[in-house]
């Protein structure tokens, strides 16, 4: 009774139950989709994102620790780089393998090193470009803010500027071909700020996104300069194309094209591969599906006031 008591629990002990468990959790989809899973590892996203954060802070180095005076300054910034470059590459590398599993492609290992290392070297070249698009974004803000004393208190503290700095890293990423981390980039910053910019978006200089929470910008929209969006606008597809199979059609052009010196106010929304004329401005909560000229003016029609009675209008 005792030995078969045993044999029992040994068949549902703890070990038993732990098999059970890992084996759920290593259980691939039976759809399709996630056989790049068979890749290996994918990017760390902390790793990625601590990089992205020291890359960001980079852009201003007047704000690294322990940096008071220009030859500090300079040596902080020499040690930054050197650590940031090795991080950035290897996380890289592992979204090239990601990348290669899923498109059949035949580059070796010692290829994607490479690659991956290259990619590292030329975001890193461009930190001297990017700190000048923020200081251009900055000084946006500050000619289209009021409210904004300093375009140092922009380039500090406003999540628009947060937002379109660290789309600018993820945008690099992305023209180089890099998945994954692009996409992760925008999307943290989407949540830290509310502001949902597509990796893919081209965005000219001078932007400013003024308060910002709502704003979502689509993977192909096309923007010049001198653009100013307010909360709430969506630059976005007015449809999808499918192929025969019902299956969508990626990376078609569908976002709006708008073009140098347009301001678009809140809450309005712009949809399909349609041109905002340079100089336009759009008004709030207008919604609009169709180009317009250089000079335009759009506005939401004269609302129209009346009374209710016994339930009318609900």
């Known amino acids: 009774m005792t ?17 059970r ?3 759920g959790l290593l259980a691939t989809s039976t759809g399709n989709g996630f056989s790049a899973l068979a890749a290996g ?16 802070r980079l852009l201003v180095p007047e704000t690294l620790t322990a940096a008071v005076d220009l030859a500090t300054r ?12 090795p991080l950035l590459a290897e996380q890289v590398l592992l979204a090239l393998a990601f990348r290669d599993h899923v498109e059949a492609r035949s580059s070796s290992e010692a290829e994607r090193r490479a690659l991956s290392q290259e990619v590292a070297r030329v975001v890193l070249d461009r930190l001297g470009q990017l700190r000048q698009h923020l200081f251009e974004d900055a000084r946006a803000a500050y000619r289209g803010d009021p409210s904004c004393r300093d375009p140092v208190e922009a380039m500090y ?8 700095t660290r789309h600018r890293i993820a945008h ?15 999307e943290r910053a989407h949540t830290l700020t509310g502001i949902d910019i597509h990796p893919g978006a081209s965005i000219g200089r001078e932007f400013f996104i003024d308060h910002g929470t709502g704003v979502v910008i689509g993977e192909t929209a096309i923007i010049g300069d001198r653009v100013t969006l307010y909360q709430g606008v969506t630059l976005g597809a007015k449809s999808f194309q499918v192929d025969e199979s019902g299956q969508l059609v990626k990376g078609q052009p569908r976002h709006p094209i708008v073009e140098d010196d347009v301001t678009i106010y809140a809450s309005a929304t712009v949809l399909g591969r349609v041109v905002i004329g340079r100089g336009s401005i759009i008004g709030g909560n207008v919604w609009l599906t169709h180009s ?21 209008g609900i």
Not at 9 to 17: E, H, K, M, W, Y
Not at 74 to 85: F, H, L, M, V, Y
Not at 157 to 164: E, R
Not at 172 to 186: K, N
């Open 172 to 186: 690099l990423l992305h023209e180089q071909g890099v998945p994954l981390l692009p996409r992760l980039i925008s």
């Open 157 to 164: 503290a406003f999540p628009g500027m947060l937002a379109i």
């Open 21 to 23: 468990r890992i084996d």
């Open 292 to 312: 317009v000229p250089a000079g335009s003016r759009v506005y939401q029609a004269e609302a129209i006031e009346t009374g209710f009675e016994q339930g009318g």
């Open 74 to 85: 300079r040596r902080r910034i020499a040690e930054e780089i050197a650590a940031i470059e």
């Open 41 to 56: 590892l994918l990017p760390d996203r902390e790793l990625t994102l601590q990089a992205v954060v020291r890359l960001h």
């Open 3 to 19: 030995s078969s008591s045993s044999s029992t629990a040994d068949a549902s002990g703890p070990g038993s139950n732990d098999d």
